[in-house]
């Protein structure tokens, strides 16, 4: 691979998944909120439970 080549043979810049049959599937700016808004709502605060259980190692 070479870095210092000026030409880029693919005008993509992005990143992408590979889906089960092999193909390329761009990584959107929708797919990026939606993963985000995901985890907004699925997130929970650590416990005090988990909280002891970690300082204890």
Do not use: V
């Not at 929708?30 to 190692?57: S, V």
């Amino acid at each position: 691979m070479n870095l210092n080549n000026t030409t880029s043979p693919s005008p993509f810049h992005g990143a992408a998944i590979i889906d089960e049959q092999g193909r390329e599937i761009p990584i959107t700016e929708e797919m990026i909120q939606r993963a985000c808004e995901h985890l907004e709502n699925h997130w929970q605060y650590p416990t005090a439970q988990f909280n002891r259980a970690q300082k204890d190692g």
